[in-house]
């Protein structure tokens, strides 16, 4: 049996953050991850009394905190004026 043919575990493909690893990846303090979670801006499951972030609800929130050129912005040229 190679390991392409290994059985799936129902969560195989779940990995998750505690509160801190989400702060230290996007370095920012532990209390600004609690304030997006308690917003609902980032989503997370409670498990007893901690909070675990799964990877693609980090994934999510940063593809919509991306920050975007507005369409009224035009890019500048090199010496800063249009």
Wanted: glycine share 8%; aromatic share 4%.
């Amino acid at each position: 049996m190679g390991a392409g043919d290994r059985p799936q575990t129902p969560n195989a493909g779940l990995r998750t953050y505690t509160i801190n690893e989400v702060a230290s990846l996007l370095k920012v303090s532990p209390k600004t991850i609690r304030r997006l979670i308690e917003s609902g801006k980032l989503s997370a499951v409670r498990v007893g009394r901690v909070y675990r972030v799964p990877h693609k609800a980090l994934e999510e929130f940063l593809a919509q905190s991306a920050t975007k050129r507005r369409e009224d912005e035009k890019p500048k040229g090199p010496e800063g004026n249009n």
